[in-house]
């Protein structure tokens, strides 16, 4: 596609020099990336300035740069704007030919839960006969093709260009994470979506985000931005936890259809849990989808009272694509929990390892609660055994929180070093000391050590849960990545 022909039909009012007019090899904000006939976007970011490697990219063959900094050299050759990521996003979709008019697209935001139910969804649709792409914090998949990812929410010129690429390999429906950065930072804008999802909402990310205020906004811009029938001539759908205080709030002023779920409310309604370390059943009260129940038992090994409103939410998706009760309920039987989510492990002392991502206030009270949930329900006597640590570099403020909230639900805990970054790991350890208020904790800056520790401490009936990390095979340390696995550490205990 020539450059002239991008901006036409991207419907952008941009004066541009016929004789500089060239065919358009990609679109990139890495000037890492650069080759000759690239489009380059200059964005700043909290630690990186595209604006200081204009030079470079010209140097590598860029033909055209885009910026909405005052403070760059005059250039026929560069396109000044008001917002160089929402211009990307823009620039994008068009270069790739609108992709996401050509798929089912299913967008799904909260603080916690968006990886486990972007997974179930793909699952069930997998299962069902489905030509499925999945884009997330732990990978991005085309059918079953693993494609890595660096965010949880691609730039929007990798995102467009990935949802590209699943349409051409004829993908039919497309389940993706988006993150409140993504939203904030127009990742995703311009794309069409068929349905949104809201699974709850607490502090994270203030350090980016600046209050909790900006931070529903910025997961509220995706609800908003659905119409009511969409460019698709699809009716548009908002699946939403109705047991969440920001629930109802987030779908105030979406004009699409609202699919509600929960425990005790919603147009998808859970009863009768059981559940324990092997998984769980609950009855769902369905409304009517031509088969003439309104009650379908859902078997599962995902264990966890979170996890019944994950599968809540993935039922709601399903529903609205038309997908049979009893197809939903065979795939969920046969689900397995997604790598770093709530990971149960038998220790061969008799204790079990729980491995799960919850790396805030809110989603570690919510894994030891559910541990103890689980615990009462399967009538174990055990302690709980929390390790964890909390990352450097990102918001201060919830390590006190999670010092105070381990301390209080558990009956040991080992603070250790999860990322840390360019932190010293004994101060992040000492702000969440600042927090515990009982003296049942101890310190071991040695991640690997720590979990040693706790399943050496550890007895029959016992549970530890190792938080911060999940599926992450790495710890952070100095502007290094560094091989290390949770799993691989517990693996030497089964």
């Keep these: 596609m020539k450059f002239s022909d991008m901006i036409v039909l991207a419907e952008n009012k941009i004066d541009i020099d016929k004789t500089f007019d060239f065919k358009v090899n990609k679109i990139t904000c890495d000037s890492r990336e650069v080759e000759p006939n690239d489009v380059f976007f200059a964005l700043r970011g ?29 250039d026929n050759r560069i396109y000044k704007v008001e917002d160089t990521r929402k211009m990307m996003a823009v620039m994008s979709n068009a270069f790739y030919g609108y992709p996401s008019l050509k798929v089912k697209l299913t967008g ?61 390999e004829g993908v039919e429906y497309v389940t993706m994470e988006v993150s409140s950065h993504a939203v904030a930072l127009n990742r995703v804008y311009g794309a069409e979506f068929d349905v949104a999802v809201f699974t709850n909402l607490s502090p994270e990310h203030l350090d980016f985000h600046g209050s909790m205020d900006a931070y529903f906004e910025a997961k509220k811009i995706l609800f908003d931005s659905l119409k009511r029938i969409n460019d ?50 609950f009855d769902v009260l369905v409304p009517p989808n031509g088969e003439k129940i309104n009650r379908i038992k859902i078997h599962t090994g995902l264990t966890g009272r979170f996890n019944v409103h994950n599968i809540l939410a993935t039922i709601g998706v399903l529903h609205y694509y038309g997908i049979k009760y009893n197809d939903i309920v065979s795939a969920l039987e046969e689900f397995r929990s997604v790598d770093g989510r709530f990971n149960v492990f038998r220790l061969n002392n008799g204790a079990f390892a729980v491995i799960d991502y919850s790396h805030t206030p809110d989603s570690l009270e919510k894994a030891i609660q559910s541990i103890k949930e689980i615990m009462k329900s399967a009538e174990m006597k055990g302690r709980i055994i929390t390790v964890f640590g909390c990352g450097g570099n990102r918001d201060k403020s919830k390590r006190p929180v999670m010092g105070r909230i381990a301390s209080l639900l558990s009956d040991e805990i080992i603070i250790t070093s999860d990322n840390p970054r360019d932190e010293e790991p004994m101060s992040i350890i000492k702000e969440i000391i600042s927090g515990v208020t009982n003296d049942n904790y101890s310190v071991e800056p040695d991640r690997e050590a720590a979990i040693v520790k706790a399943v050496k401490i550890s007895s029959k009936g016992d549970v530890i849960l190792i938080a911060g990390k999940g599926h992450e095979d790495y710890q952070e340390i100095e502007g290094k990545r560094i091989h290390f696995s949770d799993r691989e550490i517990v693996g030497k205990f089964l």
């Design 46 to 74: 909290s630690r990186y300035d595209g604006n200081k490697f204009i030079k470079e990219a010209f140097e590598k063959g860029a033909r055209a740069v885009f910026t909405d900094s005052e403070n760059v050299e005059h």
């Design 108 to 168: 799904i935001t909260g603080t916690n839960g968006k990886t486990t139910v972007s997974h179930l969804i793909n699952f069930v649709l997998s299962h069902c006969g489905k030509k499925t792409g999945l884009i997330g914090t732990n990978g991005n998949y085309i059918g079953n093709r693993y494609l890595k990812s660096r965010y949880t929410t691609p730039e929007s010129n990798e995102f467009f260009r990935l949802l590209s690429d699943m349409v051409n």
């Design 232 to 281: 698709k001539g699809n009716h548009t759908a908002a699946v939403y936890n109705c047991n969440d205080e920001y629930g109802l709030k987030i779908i105030r002023n979406s004009e699409a259809e609202r699919i509600a779920y929960g425990t005790e409310c919603g147009t998808f309604t859970a009863e009768n849990i059981q559940m324990d370390f092997d998984g769980m059943s």
